[in-house]
């Protein structure tokens, strides 16, 4: 009976420690290399799920309105850089272990942004906290 208990026990643990080193997969088809639009979700909130036009460079963000329904936002950008928008150039890297470590990436020039979040006021002065994509010096 000691020894049932044992090995139900030394199963049970093996099996949390196996679920806890499992990553959270989010599934997606394969993109092709010329696609236009991507969406990029972070592992650490669905907070941070983007659409991002590969092609121009502007970046959405999946927002819920007081109504409760999903739509995409448009965000400020610091200083984009012009584009021809005749091919793909630009991607964005999330961090899997901290927001503040999210960037937007020009692949032609190396120009980069890092996301942050900005205090702002209305025209009321009413405060509120804006996520913006901030230009990085070279």
Known sequence: MRLVAVIVIA?????VADAQQREVQHQATTQPVDARFEIIQSTIALRW???LDRYLG??????????GKGVWELMPIEEPTASTGDRPR?????SGIAA???FLLDSANGQAWLLVTMK????DGT????I???RMSR
């Open 58 to 67: 502007t970046v959405h963000q999946l927002v819920d309105t007081k109504e």
């Open 100 to 102: 503040k470590s999210m």
């Open 132 to 134: 913006e994509w901030r």
């Open 120 to 123: 702002r006021s209305t025209q």
């Open 127 to 130: 405060p509120y906290d804006s």
């Open 49 to 51: 799920t983007f659409k």
């Open 11 to 15: 199963l049970t643990l093996s099996t």
């Open 90 to 94: 630009y991607q964005i890297v999330l």
